[in-house]
Protein backbone atom coordinates (compact mmCIF):
# COMPACT_ATOMS: atom_id res chain seq x y z
CA UNK A 1 0.00 0.00 0.00
CA UNK A 2 1.10 3.55 -1.28
CA UNK A 3 0.57 6.22 1.89
CA UNK A 4 -0.35 9.63 -0.57
CA UNK A 5 0.61 13.42 1.10
CA UNK A 6 -2.54 15.28 1.90
CA UNK A 7 -3.32 18.39 0.30
CA UNK A 8 -2.74 20.73 3.19
CA UNK A 9 -5.41 24.01 3.52
CA UNK A 10 -2.85 26.34 3.62
CA UNK A 11 -5.72 28.93 5.13
CA UNK A 12 -9.46 29.58 5.18
CA UNK A 13 -10.88 32.36 5.50
CA UNK A 14 -14.44 31.16 6.33
CA UNK A 15 -14.56 32.08 9.37
CA UNK A 16 -18.17 30.94 10.18
CA UNK A 17 -17.33 27.58 10.10
CA UNK A 18 -16.97 24.95 12.79
CA UNK A 19 -13.84 23.93 11.94
CA UNK A 20 -12.32 27.40 11.66
CA UNK A 21 -10.35 28.71 14.01
CA UNK A 22 -8.35 31.86 13.07
CA UNK A 23 -8.99 31.54 9.49
CA UNK A 24 -7.32 28.39 9.42
CA UNK A 25 -9.08 25.07 8.94
CA UNK A 26 -8.95 22.63 11.31
CA UNK A 27 -10.81 18.99 10.20
CA UNK A 28 -8.35 16.49 8.80
CA UNK A 29 -10.06 16.13 4.82
CA UNK A 30 -12.17 18.33 3.51
CA UNK A 31 -14.36 17.12 0.23
CA UNK A 32 -14.61 19.89 -2.41
CA UNK A 33 -17.37 19.57 -5.18
CA UNK A 34 -18.22 19.95 -8.64
CA UNK A 35 -18.24 23.71 -8.42
CA UNK A 36 -14.65 24.16 -6.16
CA UNK A 37 -17.18 24.95 -3.25
CA UNK A 38 -16.01 23.51 -0.14
CA UNK A 39 -18.88 20.89 1.33
CA UNK A 40 -17.30 20.76 4.50
CA UNK A 41 -18.32 23.94 5.42
CA UNK A 42 -20.79 23.94 8.43
CA UNK A 43 -22.02 26.65 9.25
CA UNK A 44 -20.82 26.96 13.09
CA UNK A 45 -23.91 28.24 15.08
CA UNK A 46 -23.30 26.83 18.49
CA UNK A 47 -21.66 23.59 17.52
CA UNK A 48 -17.73 24.30 17.08
CA UNK A 49 -15.57 21.44 15.97
CA UNK A 50 -12.38 20.33 14.34
CA UNK A 51 -9.47 19.10 16.24
CA UNK A 52 -7.02 22.14 17.50
CA UNK A 53 -4.11 19.87 16.43
CA UNK A 54 -4.94 19.17 13.27
CA UNK A 55 -4.13 21.42 10.11
CA UNK A 56 -6.66 20.75 7.54
CA UNK A 57 -6.25 18.80 3.85
CA UNK A 58 -7.99 18.11 1.37
CA UNK A 59 -9.81 14.31 1.30
CA UNK A 60 -11.13 14.35 -2.04
CA UNK A 61 -11.97 16.74 -4.74
CA UNK A 62 -13.93 16.34 -7.54
CA UNK A 63 -13.90 19.69 -9.73
CA UNK A 64 -12.56 17.82 -12.60
CA UNK A 65 -12.37 21.10 -14.58
CA UNK A 66 -9.72 22.29 -12.37
CA UNK A 67 -5.59 22.10 -13.99
CA UNK A 68 -4.74 20.42 -10.30
CA UNK A 69 -7.58 17.54 -10.52
CA UNK A 70 -6.31 14.31 -11.01
CA UNK A 71 -8.45 11.03 -11.09
CA UNK A 72 -10.91 13.79 -8.94
CA UNK A 73 -7.80 13.99 -6.30
CA UNK A 74 -6.13 17.37 -5.81
CA UNK A 75 -2.36 17.05 -6.82
CA UNK A 76 -1.73 21.31 -5.89
CA UNK A 77 1.25 22.29 -3.55
CA UNK A 78 -1.71 23.50 -1.17
CA UNK A 79 -5.15 25.37 -1.07
CA UNK A 80 -6.45 28.49 0.08
CA UNK A 81 -10.53 28.16 0.75
CA UNK A 82 -11.76 31.58 0.61
CA UNK A 83 -15.13 33.11 1.92
CA UNK A 84 -18.06 33.89 -0.99
CA UNK A 85 -20.70 34.44 1.30
CA UNK A 86 -22.89 32.00 1.24
CA UNK A 87 -20.64 29.42 0.76
CA UNK A 88 -17.11 28.27 0.82
CA UNK A 89 -14.61 28.20 -2.15
CA UNK A 90 -11.22 26.98 -2.98
CA UNK A 91 -9.30 29.39 -4.33
CA UNK A 92 -6.62 27.58 -5.82
CA UNK A 93 -8.71 26.20 -8.62
CA UNK A 94 -7.39 26.81 -12.10
CA UNK A 95 -9.50 25.86 -14.88
CA UNK A 96 -8.13 23.60 -17.79
CA UNK A 97 -6.81 25.74 -20.39
S1 LIG B 1 -6.97 23.24 -6.42
FE1 LIG B 1 -8.39 22.29 -7.89
S2 LIG B 1 -8.15 20.09 -7.55
FE2 LIG B 1 -7.34 21.14 -5.72
S3 LIG B 1 -9.06 21.30 -4.25
FE3 LIG B 1 -9.04 23.20 -5.45
S4 LIG B 1 -10.47 22.81 -7.15
FE4 LIG B 1 -9.92 20.80 -6.29
Known amino acids: MTTVEM ?9 SC ?13 SVGPHAEC ?9 SGGL ?3 IGGVGA ?14 KAPNI ?5 QTHADC ?3 KPRA
Do not use: W
Open 7 to 15: VRVAGCDMT
Open 18 to 30: SYNKENQCHTPGI
Open 39 to 47: NTFNYRGNS
Open 52 to 54: QEV
Open 61 to 74: CIASSCQYNEMLEC
Open 80 to 84: DVGDD
Open 91 to 93: ETY
